[in-house]
Structures are given as structure tokens and as C-alpha cells.
């Protein structure tokens, strides 16, 4: 009696799948190293987190929740608007930031939502 064993053959295991379409060129990746650089502090990613729950907020009400002096909430916020993540309104003597709308789903992944 002759067994004949059928064997399957299974498709190639792809080990680590592309996760994006090609590697970034200088320019792509001097920017978004500039944005991680800004996100990389503690308190840039508290500011940035109060801007983006409140849709907008005034630098005057900034100081009290970071517990920093206007100087130290400014130099913040310039950093951030530097990396295109906020933008300001000058109102008088205040200015108000908002999440500068092309990078809202990058903020949102950014704050992990």
C-alpha cells in the first residue's frame, strides 16, 4: 500500500511589513525632528495639551495650571508655534493659542488620542 502525503504550501511570511511608503528625505526629516524636538519637554506637552482641551486659551490663563512665570509660559509657546503646532492671536496685551488646524491629527496621535 503506497501513502501519499500532500503537503500545502503556505504563502511567504512577510517578517517586518513596510509601515510607511519611502524613508524621509532631509527636508521631511529636518521638520519633524524640529516638532519632536518641541514636544520633547514636560511642560511644552502640559501647554499643549491645555491649548488642545480648550480649544483656545489666552497666555494669561496659561501661568496659574503650569505653575510657571509669563516668561517661562511665553518662551513655551514660541517654541511651539516655531513647530507649526499652535498659533497665536494678539488680543491687546494677551495672546490667545489655538491648535494651528493642518496639525490637529497630529496632535491629537502627539497627546495620544
Known amino acids: 500500500m503506497s501513502t501519499s502525503s500532500t503537503q500545502l504550501e503556505s504563502p511567504p511570511v512577510t517578517c517586518c511589513p513596510s509601515v510607511t511608503a519611502a524613508p524621509l528625505g532631509d527636508a521631511d526629516a529636518a521638520v519633524l525632528a524640529h516638532t519632536y524636538a518641541a514636544l520633547a519637554d514636560p511642560v511644552r506637552l502640559r ?4 491649548i488642545a482641551s480648550s480649544g483656545e486659551m489666552c497666555s494669561c490663563d496659561m501661568v496659574e495650571p503650569l505653575a510657571k512665570s509669563q516668561p517661562t509660559v511665553s518662551h513655551h509657546t514660541k517654541i511651539l508655534a516655531e513647530a507649526g503646532l499652535i498659533t497665536g492671536d494678539k488680543r491687546g496685551r494677551w495672546v490667545y493659542w489655538s491648535v494651528q488646524p493642518a496639525r490637529a491629527d497630529f496632535v491629537r496621535q502627539a497627546l495620544g488620542g
Do not use: E, G, H, I
Open 47 to 50: 501647554l499643549l495639551s491645555l
